[in-house]
């Protein structure tokens, strides 16, 4: 088979989830024997034609000049149109459809036969709050056409796939992302943030409303356990909402804004030696990050949305309320150590089987071949 990934930043990963995704299944797709290219932007630092035997097709990309937000429309438009003029592959994979929208009603993809499309949703982007009312109409009336003109939907959580089935009446295919479960983790990599294992609890996230920072910084604050063991906050802070957290709780001595951590080891050693983990994510699907923190073999605080529940199901605390973040935190000391061995072990379990990259490239591939043997009329 010959495979496209568009809309990715390129591999090998240097930039996030989609990256990491495409890195990890082009590669062992490739090393099946199947011709995989990655679309990459030009600026990307790897300049060679090839990664551990995948393509490498270098785009120009204006974001350097016209920002991410506008400059990936353009991108995503030039990638498409190498795709469709000058190769000749039996599937393009689209990596989320924001900026790829435009391109797909210009060269009229749904009544393409080859190459057959199939889009990854990602999250349900027009509920993310940092968005105006009028981007956020913008996004929903993407994601429309974006379900009218694909050809086939991936779904990266069930409660994404749920929701497409009930609002369009189109079914999508259920592939998650990876993660890897590590055993390097270092205690000593703590003290760069003056922390001790076990006696702090973290919070992994962009700093941005949807992800429900003040629910959990709120609920902590007025929980027993301030003062007792700090919350550690991982967050660019230069964002919009990043910049009134900082502001909103500057005198607060026990929650500790630390920037963003891309340092790898040390980020999954302060996963695995926190207290507690939070996880705050509501509109995505299968957050990348909530992967890694069952890797790391945390013990999970969790949003209580449909999304988190469908990968943690009962394997995690859930809050939904900075109320009960505070009765969750007042109640921590009580809760067995065996449960939350249990909840742990059970996490981790399910990374080997359901959430491992051999385990991905598997049923990507299985998919793949299944598009290829469905006829377009």
């Not at 983990?277 to 890797?295: C, D, I, K, Q, R």
């Not at 900075?322 to 981790?348: G, P, Q």
């Amino acid at each position: 088979m010959k495979i496209a990934f568009i809309s990715t930043r390129g591999i090998p990963n240097n930039y996030g989830g989609f990256e990491q995704f495409a890195e990890y299944i082009s590669v062992g797709l490739a090393k099946r024997g199947h011709e995989v290219t990655v679309y990459s932007p030009h600026f990307h630092p790897y300049k060679e034609k090839f990664y551990n035997g995948v393509r490498i097709k270098h785009i120009y990309s204006p974001e350097t000049w016209m920002g991410s937000s506008v400059g990936s429309f353009f991108y995503d438009f030039f990638s498409l149109r190498d795709a469709l003029k000058r190769e000749k592959f039996d599937i393009i994979y689209e990596a989320g459809y924001t900026s790829i929208v435009p391109a797909y009603i210009w060269f009229d993809v749904k009544n393409i036969k080859r190459p057959v499309f199939t889009t990854n949703m990602d999250g349900l982007e027009y509920k993310r709050t940092k968005f105006n009312k009028w981007v956020q109409k913008f996004l929903f009336w993407e994601e429309r056409t974006a379900v009218r003109y694909s050809h086939y939907l991936i779904a990266d959580n069930m409660g994404i796939y749920d929701y497409y089935k009930e609002k369009y009446g189109k079914e999508s295919k259920f592939l998650a992302y990876g993660a890897d479960i590590h055993d390097d983790h270092d205690p000593e990599l703590l003290k760069e943030f003056g922390l001790e294992p076990d006696n702090f609890y973290l919070l992994v996230a962009r700093l941005e409303p949807e992800n429900n920072i003040v629910m959990a910084i709120d609920g902590y604050l007025a929980s027993e356990e301030n003062g007792r063991k700090p919350l550690v906050i991982v967050g660019k802070t230069n964002t919009s909402h990043g910049k009134e957290l900082v502001a909103r709780y500057a005198t607060e001595k026990s929650v500790r804004f630390v920037g963003g951590i891309y340092d790898f080891k040390k980020l999954d050693s302060m996963r695995k030696f926190s207290y507690a983990y939070f996880h705050g994510h509501s509109v995505g699907g299968t957050n990348p990050s909530l992967l890694e923190a069952m890797a790391s073999g945390c013990f999970i605080l969790a949003n209580d949305n449909l999304f988190n529940r469908a990968v943690l199901k009962d394997n995690a605390e859930y809050y939904g309320t900075s109320a009960e973040v505070a009765e969750l935190l007042n109640t921590m000391a009580s809760l067995a150590v065996c449960d939350k061995e249990r909840f742990i072990a059970a996490n981790l379990e399910k990374i080997r089987t359901e959430y491992s990259w051999k385990h991905l490239v598997d049923e990507h591939e299985k998919y793949f071949k299944w598009l290829m043997e469905q006829e377009r009329l």
